[in-house]
Each structure stands twice: as structure tokens, then as C-alpha cells.
């Protein structure tokens, strides 16, 4: 079966001046290095469905704040891109949007199996109460490096080029022309018939998993970000949103 995959991670326009005033995971890890074992379990948050639309950036990132939290968000914050009404976006709009904005949970704000033009359409809540306290990219990216923030924080979104041919449950290159775009979250690490694979979380195409070998990423991978952690404010800051946020939650439980 061949994979439709939407194009979904936009060109980052920053100057590289400001890119590398990122926080980066080559200065600040402090972690122990990572053990490859052979895995048959993989720790795999809920199944998320795109639908075609281009928001895998949202959506590989509401997977990484699901790790941090227990609970399932939403990627409509996607409608908030800086590129809008263009398609995707790039990692680090998205960090800004979860650590400046916020985000909420999807029982708040449902954004699943919605196509571009719906996803555009979200209403927002008036109160976004999840927040990301920090979020880190790579200097140096490879697979030790990457192990390394699933190891200690759970959770890392990697970008990649690809096409249809490539694009299987383990990705394989094949040196063909790259027709998308696309991001998925990293979620567990460890060694597949004796190769290191990262273990990822897709929201898109026929397989929902993605084993991402060690050529793979060398070859196709084009950035890498992780959340360290993320809060949740409870109480609502106005009357409106509080009502907002009741009335969204009541739906929600129906």
C-alpha cells in the first residue's frame, strides 16, 4: 500500500544567528548514556490521525506533551503557525506556540481525522493551560543523541524527507527524490533483529509506527526537537474563560 503523506514541516525561516541561540541538547544533557537492548515492547502513546491535513508538527508534539502529562492533547494550536494559512510548520514556531501560548487537552479541543480547512477552522478555548517550561534541538543529531532525550525526557520530534517508496512500517532508503515533509515523535529506543531503531509515533499514512534505523536518519532526518517538561494551570483567569472551559468540558464528557 502506498503512503499519502501531506508535506507538513515548513522551511524554518529564522536567520541562523537566532537558531543558534536555541537551547541545545549537546550543551545541556547531563544524562547517562544510553544501553541498547533488543526490544519486542515499545512504549507507544495513543494512535493519532491527521487525515491529511499538514499538521503533523502539532501533532507529533501534542504526542510528546501526552508522554510528559497522561493525557491525550489537542494539535488545534496548529491554526495559531506563523505561517498561516500555509501549510505546516516548523518545529521551533511550534515550541514558541507551547511555551508562550499554551496548549489544551483534546476532551477541550477536539482536532482528529480533520482535514486542512477544518483544522483551520478550530475555535481555540479562551484558556490554554498546558504549557512547555523548555523545549531543546540538536547541534549534533544522530541516534545516541536522540536515545539520549527519549531516555530522559520520553519524548523527541524528528523531522524527515521522504517519498511513498521509502516511507514503511522501517523506513528504508532507497536514494529516491524526497515529495514530502513529514514529522513523527520518538517515543522509545532500543535494537530491532539486532539494529538500533528509534521507536516513533506517526499520524499519518497506513502504519501508525515507525522504526527509524540508524541509515535511515543519517540519510532522511532533517531536525529534532524534545520537551522537558510542561505544566498544567487548573483555574482560568477570567469569568469568560471559565465559562468557555466549563461549557467546552461538559461537551467533551457527552
Known amino acids: 500500500m502506498i503512503e499519502i503523506i501531506k508535506s507538513g514541516v515548513a522551511k524554518d525561516p529564522r536567520p541562523e544567528a537566532i537558531k543558534a541561540k536555541d537551547y541545545l541538547h549537546d550543551k545541556l544533557y547531563g544524562g547517562l548514556p544510553v544501553t541498547w537492548v533488543e526490544k519486542k515492547d515499545w512504549k507507544l502513546p495513543s494512535e493519532r ?94 541516534i545516541e543523541t536522540i536515545a539520549q532525550a527519549i531516555q530522559a525526557y520520553g519524548n523527541c520530534v524528528l523531522t524527515f524527507g521522504s517519498n511513498s517508496s521509502e516511507w514503511k512500517e522501517t523506513p528504508k532508503y532507497n536514494g529516491g527524490k524526497i515529495t514530502f515533509y513529514h514529522a513523527i515523535c520518538g517515543t522509545d529506543y532500543g535494537l530491532k533483529n539486532g539494529k538500533k531503531v528509534i521507536a516513533c509515533r506517526d499520524s499519518a499514512g497506513s502504519s501508525r509506527v515507525r522504526y527509524i534505523t540508524e541509515d535511515f536518519l543519517a540519510k532522511r532526518n532533517t531536525g529534532a526537537m524534545y520537551y522537558t517538561s510542561a505544566v498544567v494551570t487548573t483555574v482560568p483567569n477570567t469569568w469568560e474563560a471559565t465559562l468557555d472551559f466549563v461549557i467546552r468540558l461538559l461537551k467533551g464528557l457527552k
Do not use: H
Not at 57 to 78: C, D, H, N, P
Open 49 to 142: 490521525l491527521q487525515n491529511g491535513s499538514s499538521s503533523c508538527v502539532a501533532q507529533s508534539t501534542a504526542t510528546a506533551l501526552e508522554v510528559l502529562l497522561k493525557g491525550i492533547m489537542s494539535a488545534g494550536t496548529y491554526r495559531l503557525r506563523k505561517n498561516y494559512p500555509g501549510f505546516g510548520m516548523w518545529l521551533a514556531d511550534m515550541g514558541d506556540l507551547d511555551k508562550n501560548k499554551g496548549r489544551v487537552f483534546e476532551l477541550l479541543c477536539p482536532s482528529q481525522d480533520m482535514s486542512e480547512e477544518e483544522m483551520n477552522k478550530i475555535v481555540l478555548p479562551k484558556f490554554l493551560n498546558v504549557k512547555v517550561k523548555e523545549y531543546r534541538t540538536f547541534g549534533q543529531l544522530d
